[in-house]
């Protein structure tokens, strides 16, 4: 019989190696009843690599696996489960045709004789994701829903298989500031049910909310384990790099006199209900807004990504209302997706061959024959060291980078062309701590070099502490519009539930 003092997991001494890799170096990691454990490290550290072992996505090398004090070694996920180690990855495992109910109960169908009981499956969802407090059509079908959305469905599914074992990855990456409470009310619940919680999260400033111990990783080696009373985000972060962090968000130079660069007026769209905003060079705006408020809508409507119904759009003095995207691009706008994988890269082609096709439109790649391969290279390696992406990477496939990699190769893309406006949205999600702090910087480089840059974030201290100008979005509407001293937690949450428009 198991005691209270035995760890629900205790991986001892693993090593998981891969062609030319050691993704894993004799690490040691233990989980016990009732604890939420954080792993953390920067990408590639060895988090996911750990987490897939525990979970059944491919066995470890060497060393030891032991689940209620027995030897284990899962052929598979679905093994993995079976034993009650349930995991959410950032990579989602719904079935995008099929609905929420469907993949909540995907594999466990409640059944009347032959037949799947398809109200009882509804009824029972619907009451789950009430009991969790997420707000979602259990009809819907997977692929209809945001990201967010999706974030929660995965959630809801992992919980409702009652596992021993809950692993969480990046589970608030694309969560809003109430939707991260919700979780952390069902995190703590789970704990007093005996659950043992592994969760990777690259946002520190979570850990001393839900965290026991923290086991921090780097280059796949196990560089300490420590209780969460008994450290600082400091020293987590000297840990994880092996070097002091001060400041993670830079003081930004503001524009003396920033001029309009980017107009927009009575924007109405699907989700959008009449949005004035403003984009002004050497300046970084900030748009923050819970899921669902329309940040991100307003402005993927406003670069032709999706239909405006009225309203007018304004660049550089032109009005491009409903002009497709590539005329915005070639007018001087760039355009960083939330979704990296599915919008951003071409996960197939090299890093430098994503970087390249931003360089497609440059005069100094042209010859009278076509474009110099030669002179595109010397560009992109040259876009490759400002982002911090060594030759090494450069060559690889982007599905084989790490996240954080990944999300450099799509910043380079924007060095590619001779932008005027730069719009990020999200465009740290699922990034370390080392990685954020080198694209802030990036950041401060491109809006005090006089460009207009706009970060669109579900990250509030990023959207804050970035921001010259912070717009809040609330119901399709622009609720407040806050600047200097007044862009504080206490203003922007209070416009979260702003109804009534925009602030005075």
Known sequence: MQSATTPLVEMTHVCRTFPGVTALDDVNFQLMPGEVHVLFGENGAGKSTLISILSGVYPQSSGTVRLNGEDVAFASVAEAKAKGVSAVFQEFSLVPTLSVAKNIFLGAEPMIGPFIDRRRMEREAKKLFSDLGFHIDVRASVVSLSRAEQQMTEIAKAIHSNARVLILDEPTASLTERETETLFRIIREAKVRGVGIVYISHRIQEFSIIADRVTVLRDGKLIGTVGMQYTTPEKLVEMMTGRAIGQIYPAITRAAEPETLLSIRGLHATGVDGVDIDIRAGEVLGVAGLVGSG?????????????????????????????????????????????????????????????????????????????????????????????????????????????????????????????????????????????????????????????????????????????????????????????????????VLQAFFNTEGEAA
Do not use: C, W
Request: a positive charge.
């Open 295 to 491: 940040k991100s809508r307003s402005f993927r409507a406003a670069l032709g990504l999706s239909p405006v119904r009225s309203g007018n759009v304004v660049v550089n003095g032109k009005d491009m209302t409903g002009s497709p995207t590539r005329r915005l691009l070639r007018e001087g706008v760039f355009y960083l997706p939330p979704d990296r994988k599915n919008e951003g890269l071409m996960l197939s082609a090299t890093a430098r061959n994503n970087i390249n096709l931003g360089l497609l439109f440059r005069d100094e790649i042209s010859t009278p024959t076509g474009i110099s391969s030669r002179r595109q290279n010397l560009l992109s390696s040259e876009i490759g060291r400002k982002v911090d992406l060594t030759d090494a990477f450069m060559a690889r496939p982007v599905a084989n980078l790490s996240g954080g990699n990944q999300q450099k190769a799509l910043f380079g893309k924007g060095f590619g062309g001779d932008y005027k406006i730069y719009i990020f949205d999200e465009p740290t999600v699922g990034v370390d701590m080392g990685t954020r702090a080198a694209l802030y910087r990036l950041i401060k480089e491109l809006a005090e070099a006089g460009k207009a840059v706009v970060v669109i974030s579900s990250d509030l201290p990023e959207a804050m502490n970035l921001a010259h100008r912070l717009v809040v979005f609330a119901n399709g509407r622009i609720s407040a519009e806050l600047s200097g001293a007044d862009i504080n937690e206490n203003n």
